[in-house]
Structure formats: structure tokens, C-alpha cells
């Protein structure tokens, strides 16, 4: 079982690591990381998502709505706690707290999870409604509580509502997620041919989003500050590691297994992707807030690094359930 594991998982964190070589060795050229993430984000994986969708909305079974309900239940049980530790025992701030349930309380998606499970179970399907809930649900309400501190100036909550719904309308994968689930109702485009040299084309870039996602997050590695070191923050960065690869797929495990029923299949689902590391985007609020974005680079860095065991233990355990 161990071997199937690190088997299902070593080339996954292979690819991260040659990204990671060849941007430190100067291979690739400083900025590498933006075109391939850009690349990623708004050409690859739409376009793996779309494809998903298109083939998939009719057959999620009833199951997902399970699934998703559990992660619901799982990310409010581990934003109280988050909220107990960073503003009781690390006195941080109400905009770092936020920032906090964005690096802590969700998980790298679209740069991770997402590659993980079209090369663990073949597809990302069950990645998709994660994505949208993240996006839609829990970022916004990072975003609100991050803006907390505004709403007593004059029209602050109509600032709030014009950022949270342009973070929603520019996200491509939610779009896309969304385009293939309309798309799909149509049963000429649901059945269609994959002969066809348009969806052949869509196919071969979408093919490219996994590899390309987990280099771009090795390169990304190579592109923060040079700066950065444990020795700040350090409490909070080991606090936020604790909770993110262990005390979080725990979580997951307890309320999809013994609360939700869920079966083998989601509950591998929700451990695995509960297990999976801080957004990649969590700088980019850190920047707008005016937060220092090494810390954050640090939390992701280390957050990914420690996924590779969390990761080969949710596969160990559960993945001889799964056939």
C-alpha cells in the first residue's frame, strides 16, 4: 500500500521539484513562474474544467451534495478555531485573521488539488464544487472580514459588494465551471463527438494543465524574497502549518466518516483535498493589505512541503478502500 501510494504521489511533488530546479538554476528566466501560472489559471485549466463539466454535471450523483456539505461543516469548525488562535493566543489583527482564513482555512485548488486529482482519480470533478465554494463562499467572507474595519466610513459596504462580486465574475474557473455546466444541457454538445478536432485541440491543452500548474508552483518557490526566514513570526507560521496539513483533514476525516456517512470514495475525496496546501493566492491579498508577503510565502512553501506526508497518508489509508 505504500508503494501505490508514493507511486500515485511521487510524481505529482517530481514535477513540483524539477519547476523548483529549473528555476534555481537559472534554466528558466526570472518571471517564468507569471507566464506559467497566467497560463495555468486563465488557458489550461479553464479549459480541463470546462471539458469535466461538459462530460460530468449529469453523473456527480447525489453524493457530491454530501461532500460538499461536509467540507462546509469542516472549514466552520476550523475558522473557529482559527479565529481562537490568531485573535486570543497571537493577538493579530482583524485584517490578518482574515488573511489567516484565506492561508489557513482554504486550500490550493486550482495549483494543486486540482492536478492531484486528475492523476490520482482521472478527473477533477469533485475538485470543481471545492472551487466554486471557495470562491464564491469563503473568499468573500475573508474578504468581508478583512474590510471590517471600513464599514464605518461612508459606503464601505458598497465597496465591499463591487470587490467581492468582481473576485467572483474575474475568476476563469468559475466561469468555465459554470460554461460547461450550461453547455452540458445541451445534448447535441453533451454527446458530442470527441473525434471532433475542436475538442481534440481543447483536449491536448487541458492535458497540459496538470504538469504545468505543479511546475509553476515549484517555480513559484524560487521567485520570493530572499529575505524570508523562519525566525520571523515564527509562532504563527508553525501555527498555521499545524492546523492547515494536520488539524484540518482530521477534521475532514471525523465529519465526512462519522457525521456525513460519506462514502469511500468522497470521503478520500474530502480528506485528500483537505490535506492539500495553502492558496497560492493568498500573496495577493497580503500585497493589497499591506500585510508583509513573506510570511505568507513561508506558510505556502511550508504548507506544501509538509503535504507530501499528510498526502501519502490520506492515500495510504484510504485509497485500498477505494477498489
Not at 226 to 253: M, Q
Amino acid at each position: 500500500m505504500l508503494a501505490a501510494s508514493l507511486n500515485a504521489t511521487l510524481p505529482i511533488f517530481g514535477l513540483i521539484l524539477l519547476g523548483f530546479i529549473l528555476s534555481s538554476s537559472r534554466i528558466l528566466e526570472r518571471g517564468a513562474e507569471i507566464a506559467f501560472s497566467n497560463y495555468v489559471f486563465y488557458v489550461a485549466l479553464p479549459i480541463e474544467i470546462f471539458l469535466t463539466t461538459l462530460k460530468s454535471s449529469h453523473a456527480l450523483g447525489s453524493g457530491t451534495s454530501d461532500y460538499l456539505q461536509a467540507y462546509g461543516a469542516g472549514i466552520f469548525m476550523l475558522w473557529i478555531l482559527i479565529f481562537i488562535l490568531y485573535k486570543i493566543a497571537l493577538k493579530k489583527s482583524t485584517v490578518e485573521i482574515g488573511l489567516n482564513l484565506v492561508a489557513v482555512g482554504q486550500t490550493n485548488t486550482a495549483f494543486l488539488a486540482a492536478p492531484i486529482f486528475i492523476l490520482v482519480l482521472g478527473d477533477s470533478k469533485l475538485v470543481m464544487p471545492i472551487i466554486m465554494f471557495q470562491s464564491v463562499v469563503l473568499t468573500t467572507i475573508s474578504v468581508l472580514v478583512m474590510e471590517s474595519s471600513t464599514f464605518s466610513k461612508s459606503e464601505s459596504m458598497i465597496s465591499f459588494l463591487k470587490k467581492a462580486s468582481t473576485i467572483i465574475i474575474k475568476n476563469p474557473l468559475i466561469i468555465s465551471a459554470l460554461a460547461g455546466a450550461l453547455a452540458s444541457q445541451f445534448e447535441p454538445l453533451h454527446h458530442a463527438d470527441a473525434d471532433y478536432f475542436i475538442f481534440k485541440i481543447m483536449s491536448l491543452i487541458a492535458n497540459t494543465a496538470a504538469p504545468i500548474a505543479l511546475m509553476a508552483l515549484g517555480i513559484s518557490f524560487c521567485a520570493g524574497p530572499a529575505g524570508a526566514s523562519l525566525k520571523d513570526d515564527r509562532n504563527e507560521i508553525i501555527t498555521g502549518v499545524l492546523v492547515k496539513n494536520l488539524i484540518h483533514p482530521a477534521i475532514s476525516f471525523v465529519v465526512g466518516r462519522y457525521f456525513f456517512e460519506l462514502t469511500d470514495l468522497m470521503l478520500f475525496a474530502l480528506v485528500l483535498i483537505s490535506a492539500m496546501p495553502s492558496p497560492k493566492n493568498t500573496f495577493i491579498f497580503a500585497q493589497a493589505y499591506d500585510v508583509p508577503v513573506q510570511k505568507y510565502n513561508l506558510i505556502l512553501l511550508t504548507t506544501t512541503a509538509t503535504s507530501f506526508f499528510t498526502i501519502n497518508v490520506a492515500c495510504y489509508f484510504l485509497i485500498p478502500h477505494l477498489t
